[in-house]
């Protein structure tokens, strides 16, 4: 039984963020994600709330796959960049769902929680790297971390097509170790 | 008569773009366009046609309007890039209309013609500024474009602000001398 509510919990997660992915959060319809799911709605509501509430548990989810597959190395930012290149190559979704959070969504304190602790962490693994002197201190940490993950995922849109994604990740990684390389 | 009938495409203009930038394309609503521009709504078919026509002339304007404000300087990216920044700041709506139009109609062949054509020309002028020996040839054209405006826009969602717009705009202006400056 409670085996069973975990599969379907797996089920509603896996069809929201199809749903969400495609839709954004207004255009979202709670009963195409019960129907994809092979679930009832109400089981929605029951495990996780409305659907901000279900939008929230299927980004946070995201987020900490892509921190746990996609770790950050301050020692080696151009490769970091290259992997969470790659990473938007193969799951699309995650993006396309920051992109409607900050559309619908934005404004200060708005970022759930997984995105507020995985960029602190983030600022803290570049500052420390900085301080020991094993990479440019030219810019401040989160600076450098905007920089870093802004160039990453540049092409997530259709105004950065890139022609080839071999040449996009060349671009990326040799922008990057130019940004963090010391000055000379 | 015809004196009005501009007056009135201008309010109707105006309203669309604040409707859109807030809602997106499908979120918008044709009557509400029509309530706060004064203006009878069988106009907007009639000046404009659907819905979806309105967003691309609105989208259209803008465009013409930033190539027009903020000409690209091949031989001065990092100043060119400063400016977008500004122009992100003073007019918020341009990136929020191009990020609505990637989610809800992006794919191949989607852009509206004003981004191609603005786009074949800026990719034409840093090429040849790279020919000429002005700037790098370490990134291709087309490449350095998307690094310059990306980095630019940096900070156009919640997932990149700015603690403090002029050191994102110091950021900005570091990293895209960074990017053309000639190998030594």
Same mark, same amino acid.
């Given at each position: 039984?409670?085996? !069973?509510?975990?599969? /379907?919990?797996?089920?509603? =997660?896996?069809? +929201?963020?199809?749903?969400?992915? *495609? &839709? %954004?959060? #207004? @255009?979202?319809?709670?009963?195409?994600?019960?129907?994809?799911?092979?679930?009832?709605?109400?089981?929605?509501?029951?495990?996780?709330?409305?659907?901000?509430?279900?939008?929230?548990?299927?980004?946070?989810?995201?987020?900490?796959?892509?921190?746990?597959?996609?770790?950050?190395?301050?020692?080696?930012?151009?490769?970091?960049?290259?992997?969470?290149? !790659?990473?938007?190559? /193969?799951?699309?979704?995650? =993006?396309?769902? +920051?992109?409607?959070?900050?559309? *619908? &969504? %934005?404004? #200060? @304190?708005?970022?759930?929680?997984?995105?507020?602790?995985?960029?602190?962490?983030?600022?803290?693994?570049?500052?420390?790297?900085?301080?020991?002197?094993?990479?440019?201190?030219?810019?401040?940490?989160?600076?450098?971390?905007?920089?870093?993950?802004?160039?990453?995922?540049?092409?997530?849109?259709?105004?950065?097509?890139?022609?080839?994604?071999?040449?996009?990740?060349?671009?990326?990684?040799?922008?990057?170790?130019?940004?963090?390389?010391?000055?000379?």
């Amino acid at each position: 039984m409670a085996r !069973d509510a975990g599969e /379907t919990k797996r089920r509603l =997660l896996e069809a +929201a963020t199809s749903e969400f992915a *495609e &839709r %954004g959060i #207004a @255009g979202a319809r709670v009963d195409r994600i019960a129907a994809a799911a092979s679930a009832n709605k109400a089981l929605i509501y029951s495990y996780f709330g409305n659907k901000e509430d279900l939008f929230d548990a299927v980004f946070n989810a995201l987020v900490v796959d892509t921190v746990r597959d996609v770790p950050i190395d301050p020692d080696d930012l151009p490769g970091y960049a290259g992997r969470l290149f !790659d990473r938007s190559q /193969t799951h699309p979704e995650i =993006l396309r769902l +920051a992109l409607w959070h900050s559309l *619908e &969504r %934005g404004g #200060a @304190g708005s970022l759930p929680d997984a995105v507020v602790t995985a960029n602190a962490e983030k600022v803290a693994a570049i500052a420390q790297a900085q301080e020991a002197g094993r990479i440019s201190r030219r810019f401040p940490a989160g600076e450098l971390l905007v920089l870093v993950v802004g160039i990453a995922t540049l092409g997530a849109t259709e105004f950065a097509p890139a022609p080839d994604p071999a040449v996009r990740r060349r671009t990326i990684i040799e922008a990057v170790e130019l940004l963090t390389k010391d000055e000379t």
